[in-house]
């Protein structure tokens, strides 16, 4: 029997998969699909405090093994998603959950971060510093190491879940930013969030997004998250939440030996809904074939 | 409710003027109503291609589409025999029962293909449907005698006036009364026409570029009197009430 348990910072997950926030709304439209509880836990769509409509459509250009997506976090607001979301969610998924929040303000941060504090589902707080999507804010305040620690200490200062900070790629150096965050009292990394990228619609000669740009992911950026992760590992102590890219069983091995602790699997489950649990399936044959008795064991061990 | 599975092209051919008609094997037993749509996985493509309903029963499901992009002409040459990833029972799809009598069903370009699978199931319901739909021209013109030989009263138009009626579907359709409610597909400046124009209540299928087409990225979202929408998940078909132009 292998054993595909992880821990992140104090929560145990059954095994390392982690739908990613924004993939995989508040778990409604998977949950009648398979049992969502397979998963190690999952990062709900990021929230803000007010309610958002996002940017508008069209919203999604695709790329060579990959999307562009700028959605521009739509969704209720967190005291909706407290208050209507949340109890619905403990009736179909009874393990931890990632609360992914971001905002325009410290302030906007500090109120979620207190509104999520109190929920006893919520596992970890991910702090998203990095959508690419949304003007004053959002990345903003994950493009520079000194505003990056400035949420982080704010944060922390109001909740005493675990705290992990979801960094950009589109910066100089994300190890600076990472360090940071571990300096200003973060509990963990999440990494990394999409590359800024956009398309041009050749029969119209104009981009095809309406926004222009927006954040590319899918397999295509698998190895620049794979490579961030590497280099971030050797910087930081706290754990890391590794995802760009990943589709399979194979890359879940091959980020956790870069330094990931666990997973999150986002743009493959647009294109199959059914991945997360094919991975799950997938992951015993696939440590059995690398002689992986324990996925704990491999982390980080690419160094 | 979705579901994923393989699916055997059974025909594949051409009907008009870059327009194509797929017949699929498989299960259909996750499609519920007509209006819904399939979102097939293409090979070396990462997002799979909505693709609306036109017709099913036990074992097929008939899409009609067209060659718009790199995607679709991919389809457009696939072999009989050919195995193809495809998710069904997506949507919401067309309300039969709010209609009575005399239901009228318009179709725009490809919005005709629901349309078709919409006025069979009308039929059994009793109900006598009116059918106009619009094309560009005469080489675009499809499914004329799939209509007729339901047995139902069947009006085109074109825009070039090679065919039918000179003009748009709303040119027919101000000619028309005794209808009670009507459905629509098509083209968005047809809908937000047919929804000017038509008194009576009425569901309108919307199109909207999609990455999941499951709900999931919110990539498809428009604005309604309800709020934020996801067109492939809280519909593509919307009652006229909810709608914001």
């Known amino acids: 029997m292998v054993d595909l348990s992880v821990t992140l910072s104090n ?18 439209e998977f949950k009648d699909f398979y049992d969502i509880n397979i998963l190690g836990s999952f990062s709900m769509k990021g929230t803000t ?41 403990k009736k179909y998924f009874n393990k931890p959950i990632i609360a992914n929040i971001s905002g325009f303000s410290i302030d906007e941060y500090k109120y979620c971060a207190e509104k999520v504090d109190k929920e006893e589902q919520v596992g970890i707080i991910e702090i998203n510093i990095s959508c690419p999507n949304v003007h004053n804010g959002g990345m903003s305040f994950g493009t520079e190491a000194k505003s990056a620690m400035e949420v982080t200490k704010a944060v922390k200062s109001v909740t005493t879940k675990p705290v992990y900070m979801k960094l950009t790629p589109n910066v100089t150096n994300i190890v600076d930013i990472a360090k940071a965050c571990e300096d200003g009292g973060a509990d963990g990394i999440s990494m990394i969030n999409t590359l800024l990228g956009m398309r041009i619609d050749l029969k119209t000669r104009k981009p095809i997004i309406a926004n222009k740009m927006g954040g590319f992911s899918g397999p295509a950026i698998f190895p620049v998250a794979l490579r961030m992760v590497y280099q971030v ?20 091995i091959e980020m956790m030996l870069a330094g990931a602790t666990a997973v999150e699997v986002g743009s493959a489950n647009l294109k199959n809904p059914y991945v997360c649990k094919e991975i799950i399936e997938a992951l015993p044959s696939e440590m059995e074939k690398y002689k992986i008795d324990s996925l704990k064991e491999i982390i980080g061990k690419a160094h | ?85 495809i998710l069904t029972g997506l949507g919401n799809g067309f309300d039969t ?55 139902v009263e069947v009006y085109i138009s074109t825009v070039d006036g090679s065919y039918g009626t000179k003009g748009f579907v709303t040119d027919i359709i101000r000619t028309l009364n005794g209808y009670d409610f009507y459905y629509t597909c098509g083209p968005m400046n047809m809908l937000k026409a047919v929804y000017e124009l038509i008194e009576t209540s009425g569901e309108l299928s919307l199109e909207e570029r999609m990455g999941c087409g499951i709900g999931a990225c919110m990539g498809c979202t428009i604005n309604t009197k309800n709020g934020p929408r996801r067109v ?13 132009w």
Not at chain 2, 41 to 63: A, G, V
Not at chain 2, 232 to 244: A, I, Q, S, T, W
């Open chain 1, 11 to 28: 929560v145990k997950l059954d095994n390392p998969i982690i739908p990613a926030s924004g993939t995989f709304g508040y778990g409604m």
């Open chain 1, 49 to 89: 405090k007010e309610e958002r409509f996002g940017n508008p459509t069209p919203r999604i250009a695709e790329c060579t093994a990959g999307l562009i997506n700028s959605v521009g976090l739509q969704n209720p607001g967190i005291d909706f998603v407290v208050e209507k979301q949340f109890p619905l969610m």
């Open chain 1, 233 to 252: 590992y050797e910087a930081v102590k706290i754990p890391i939440i590794g995802m760009g890219g990943i589709s399979t069983a194979k890359d879940v």
């Open chain 2, 1 to 85: 409710m979705y579901k994923k599975n393989k699916y055997t092209v059974r025909s594949n051919k051409q009907i008009a003027n870059l327009v194509y008609e797929m017949v699929l094997e498989g299960d259909t037993s996750y499609i519920t109503k007509p209006g819904q749509f399939i979102n097939i996985e293409i090979d070396k493509f990462y997002l799979r291609r909505p693709i609306s309903i036109c017709t099913y029963d036990e074992s097929t499901i008939t899409i009609i589409y067209k060659v718009v992009g790199e995607g679709t002409e991919v389809l457009s040459n696939l072999k009989e025999g050919t195995i193809l990833d």
């Open chain 2, 97 to 151: 029962r709010r209609s009575k009598e005399r239901p009228l069903l318009i179709g725009g370009g490809v919005g005709t293909p629901p349309m078709y699978g919409l006025c069979k199931a009308l039929i059994k319901e009793g109900k006598k449907p009116v059918v106009v739909l619009g094309f560009n021209s005469k080489s675009d013109v499809f499914y004329e005698k799939e209509f007729k030989d339901l047995g």
């Open chain 2, 232 to 244: 492939c998940y809280n519909g593509p078909v919307f009652k006229k009430e909810e709608l914001v």
